[in-house]
Nanobody, 125 residues
């Protein structure tokens, strides 16, 4: 069992930056692929970015490529999402998720086994 707790959301002006953190409980964190998804009001949850257990494989949605960066610190059981050059369309609840796969990552939310409670990110124009 893995519990995930996000932090770092908030309100920022367009062009600004935020860093989200997702702290995981459990000793098997290092074996999980970690992903970030987001859900805006009235829209479906969408893939943002993921990182495999070794941090050697990452994947980004086209909409955030070049602006967002995912990283992980396995010693701290934490995954981070650095978000730069934020746009109003980035406004959403951001969720971190854990996938028990042993290689690569998935863009499909249904493949993830554990989810955090979500953190609100609001970007004003």
């Amino acid at each position: 069992q893995v519990q995930l707790v996000e932090s770092g959301g908030g309100l920022v002006q367009a062009g600004g930056s935020l860093r989200l953190a997702c702290a995981a409980s459990g000793r098997t964190f290092t074996s999980y692929t970690m992903g970030w998804f987001r859900q805006a009001p009235g829209k479906e949850r969408e893939f943002v970015v993921a990182i495999d257990w070794s941090a050697s494989i990452t994947g980004y949605a086209d909409s955030v490529k070049g602006r967002f960066t995912i990283s992980r610190d396995n010693a701290k059981n934490t995954v981070y999402l650095q978000m730069n050059s934020l746009k109003p369309e980035d406004t959403a609840v951001y969720f971190c998720a854990a996938d028990r796969r042993t290689y690569g990552f998935s863009r499909n939310s249904g493949d993830y086994d554990y989810w955090g409670q979500g953190s609100q990110v609001t970007v004003s124009s």
